[in-house]
């Protein structure tokens, strides 16, 4: 009777064997077949993502970043989809929404894992964030990662912060041998310990700094206007000559104001400072009343002798240089620095010499920003070369300064030509 009772069961109350088939087959093919355990998502997940990030970034940034945001969306908690989309937001130029996404990385990675905190620290040198890039790079060094970005990152962080005496112990900790600092960043690590020294009026060490940085390829430069300036705090008049030379050889603008006699000027920083603002008001002033030749040579002069180069105060003078040119009348004679480099690039062209014609173009426009045939006849160069975007971008500087040339449609034209090979 009992055997009876439970067999009853197994086939009725307790559900027979093939009652439970049928309903797995059922509940299968109702969720779309059958689901992976957790972990196995997770290793799916985290494979589509590093596909996703691959091909976002040799192909198609957006895409790339679609296909990640898919999965997010129903698993919020990989740290590493939201590393790679974070990269990919960085490649694509949105910071803001990189970082975001790194903030959220950072929160789920495991506890030893340093790469979301390394790609965040690369965000906060782009947007110059200094006490985040150290409080990340303190982070990571005391996860025991080896990471000769944020051996250097943290000397100079700490040197923007103003606390130059921990800067240079950070300097020095970060070029002891067992780091293992690869060239490009024991360069790197000198180059910020001789501006620290500078700072510290330690002079001879200021320079022996330099000379190890350029002896690993260095070749920045505020390296050589800060030697120079060591070397004129000790004497060394010829060594400071030198250096001027160089710094007018990386910086071409400067050789209108700086050649011959005024050389060392170039190294009176304070007093580049005060005439750079002096050359602004003036350029100002004279643009709000219409005085297009006055205000034109004020940005020029301003150009000419201003150090934040590249900097905002740079971009300021840029524009109005830029804007101030094609109101002009009669338009400036280049100066002889830049005729120098207009001949140059002819030669080099006519001898089919494309690469160095122009190079040749690029100084003179580093000398004379405002002359219009010079970014037409470098977009030229470049198209033949198929760099397509610098090439409309020299185009569209073009237009700027010249609005009404002959050419001005086939240049517009040839943009849209240049628009359709670039995509």
């Known amino acids: 009777m009992n055997d009876k009772k439970e067999a009853s069961q197994r086939e009725t109350g307790g559900h027979s064997a093939t009652f439970w088939l049928l309903f797995a087959m059922i509940a299968c093919l109702w969720l779309g077949g059958p689901s992976l355990l957790p972990a196995e ?37 990989s740290w590493l989809c939201f590393h790679y989309r974070g990269a990919l937001y960085n490649q694509k130029g949105d910071v803001n929404q990189a970082i975001l996404d790194l903030n ?80 490009a960043w024991r360069a790197g690590a000198y180059v910020w310990r001789g501006l620290t020294l500078f700072q510290l009026n330690s002079y001879a060490e200021t320079i022996d700094s330099f000379d190890k940085a350029m002896a690993l390829g260095a070749t920045d430069i505020p390296m050589y206007l800060y030697r120079g300036k060591a070397e004129l705090k000790l004497g060394q008049v010829d060594k400071a000559k030198a250096d001027a030379a ?69 971009s300021k003078i840029l524009d109005g240089l830029l804007r101030s040119y094609p109101k002009l009348a009669v338009k400036p004679v280049l100066p002889e620095p830049a005729r120098q480099y207009m001949v140059q690039a002819e030669t080099y062209f006519q001898g089919k010499d494309f690469a160095k014609a122009a190079e040749a173009y690029g100084k003179l426009i580093g000398v004379a920003p405002w002359f219009p045939q ?42 849209y030509a240049w628009q359709a090979k670039a995509k």
């Not at 030893?112 to 990571?140: F, G, H, I, N, S």
């Not at 025991?144 to 970005?149: G, M, P, V």
């Not at 977009?379 to 500087?397: F, R, V």
């Open 374 to 415: 010079a970014y037409f006849n470098r977009a030229l160069l470049e198209g033949e070369q198929q760099q397509y975007k610098p090439a409309i971008g020299d185009i569209q500087t073009y237009l700027k300064l010249a609005p009404n040339a002959p050419d001005a449609r086939e240049a517009q034209d040839q943009i």
């Open 104 to 183: 959220r990385a950072v929160e789920l990675a495991p506890r030893k894992e340093a790469r979301p905190l390394e790609l965040r620290a690369v965000l906060y040198v782009q947007t110059q964030r200094w006490d985040k890039l150290l409080a990340d790079c303190d982070a990571v060094l005391a996860k025991e990662h080896k990471s000769s970005e944020c051996l250097v990152w943290r000397g100079m962080a700490l040197h923007l912060l103003g606390r130059v005496s921990e800067a240079v112990t950070a300097l020095d900790e970060a070029l002891k041998p067992r780091n293992q600092l690869p060239d």
């Open 41 to 77: 998502s997770k290793v799916l997940d985290d494979q589509v993502c590093t596909g996703a990030y691959s091909s976002g970034v040799t192909t198609d940034v957006d895409g790339g970043i679609a296909k990640i945001t898919s999965v997010i969306q129903r698993n919020t908690r």
């Open 246 to 314: 160089m710094l007018l050889q990386h910086e071409p603008r400067l050789q209108v104001r700086f050649e011959g006699d005024r050389q060392l000027e170039i190294f009176d920083l304070d007093k580049r400072r005060v005439d750079t603002l002096h050359a602004i008001e003036s350029a100002q002033a004279a643009e709000a009343k219409g005085d297009w030749p006055a205000s034109f040579a004020a940005w020029n002069t301003a150009y000419s002798i201003v150090y934040d180069s590249p900097g905002p105060m740079a």
